[in-house]
């Protein structure tokens, strides 16, 4: 019978490069049938990654117990508290302009990519 190693391990190990970290969550986001469950998941791993190095152990228990309560969270308030979390972690939350971004959308800033920051 053939054994697997767990791809947990490996996952992690590669999510504590930040820019992996953040292509990770890229994607997740840009699922075109997207489930909240994931989402958790995934930023549950990389704060799991990135935590080792930034924080105490009860300091990243605390992030991980943030990290339920913000994606409980409605409206506009949960999406700064998102970008205050990933913040800690060394991430920042960005929105661009789509590839696929329809001619006739309004272009509302000269910028491609847009920062939030606190």
Known sequence: MATSDSYH???????????????????ILEEEDPEPELLQIALGNVAEALCEHRMTSEQAKYHQEKL?????????????????????????????????????SINLADESEITVSQ
Do not use: F
């Open 68 to 104: 339920k309560e913000i994606l409980s969270q409605r409206g506009s308030e949960a999406i700064y508290h998102l970008g205050t979390w990933l913040d800690a972690l060394g991430l920042k939350l960005t929105v661009a302009v789509a590839e696929k971004a329809d001619e006739s």
């Open 9 to 27: 391990p490996y996952l992690i190990s590669h999510l504590k490069d930040p820019s992996h970290a953040a292509l990770y969550i890229e994607a």
